[in-house]
């Protein structure tokens, strides 16, 4: 505590800022026509918040990529850490939800019209983890298959006790007696689950990559690309407790009406180069990106820029 006021993490609330963000991360990935950062292999058309009122379990931040007509969905619970371990009640708490999903909606998830995913910080090592059994396990349509990949001298040692963790979870969460009942449900869990190890803290890695990604277009908004995080990151703040669910042109038009900034300009075209050619002598003379010359003097001026010459 500072001067009387209580930092976010002392008062809980750094989960939630840290949620913004990563909110605010997806948000100008649909602005850009971007792709989800895991998952869909296609350009994310409409981010929702909080769709716990929706019908989604995993509903911290849902992404919808593709078109209309043609969608999929991924739903995102956010943690700022989540520890893969069988004693991690964040893992419990995620994987049960995960499996509920399972109960209620498995057609969606059989079709692939759904996936599941988590967004959390870390620890990096342990989620890297549990990305690559997921990965592994999208590979395999039977717990029985995927179970021989996880077998001594086949999977290393360190993912095979991460799965172990994994199952040990998932046991606590749906109150599961017998093993190979709890090794079926993880199978299925983790075909459909991907791992965004995600950094938005400002020196994050992820925030800075997003300030690269975005200068562009906050640069046709009159502003730097940390102001359009930053408006981002308020926007789904102000949204989030109303379950918002916003596409691009939504977006939009709430910058214009919230902070008189108009998103919908293109970046200013690159300054054209004037090139004078003075043909001296005979011989062909093509210019362009590849040229031909002989006795020919070129000058190049680009706009802004000392003139430079060649021969």
Do not use: C
């Amino acid at each position: 505590m500072a001067n009387g006021v209580a930092s976010p993490e002392a008062t809980g609330g750094a989960g939630t800022i840290f949620e913004y963000r990563v909110a605010a991360l997806a948000m100008s990935r649909l602005l850009r026509g971007a792709h989800p950062p895991v998952g869909p292999h296609r350009p994310i058309v409409g981010v929702a918040l909080q769709q716990r009122v929706a019908g989604s379990l995993l509903d911290d931040v849902v992404m919808r990529a593709g078109s209309t007509d043609l969608s999929t969905i991924i739903e995102f619970q956010v943690k700022k850490t989540l520890s893969v371990t069988g004693s991690s009640t964040e893992l419990v708490s995620v994987l049960g939800q995960a499996m509920e999903t399972w109960q209620s909606r498995a057609h969606d998830l059989e079709s692939g019209r759904l996936i599941l995913g988590v967004a959390a910080g870390g620890p990096e090592d342990e989620l890297k983890d549990l990305a690559q059994l997921s990965s592994m396990a999208r590979s395999h349509h039977t717990s029985a298959s995927f179970r021989l990949l996880l077998s001594e001298h086949v999977t290393r040692r360190q993912l095979r006790s991460r799965f172990e963790h994994v199952v040990t979870a998932l046991t606590e969460a749906a109150s599961l007696t017998q093993r190979t009942e709890a090794e079926i449900q993880a199978h299925r869990v983790l075909s459909r689950l991907h791992v965004w190890t995600v950094d938005p803290s400002e020196d994050g890695r992820d925030w800075r990559q997003g300030l690269d990604d975005a200068r562009a277009l906050a640069h046709a908004g009159g502003m730097t690309a940390d102001d359009l995080l930053g408006k981002l990151a308020q926007l789904a703040q102000s949204i989030g407790p109303h379950a918002g669910n916003m596409d691009a042109d939504a977006i939009r038009a709430s910058f214009r009406s919230k902070f008189a900034v108009d998103l919908s300009a293109t970046a200013p075209p690159p300054h054209g180069i004037t090139i004078n050619a003075r043909h001296e002598g005979s011989g062909s003379m093509i210019v362009g990106q590849t040229m031909t010359f002989h006795g020919l003097t070129i000058n190049t001026h680009i706009p802004g820029n000392p003139p430079t010459s060649g021969a």
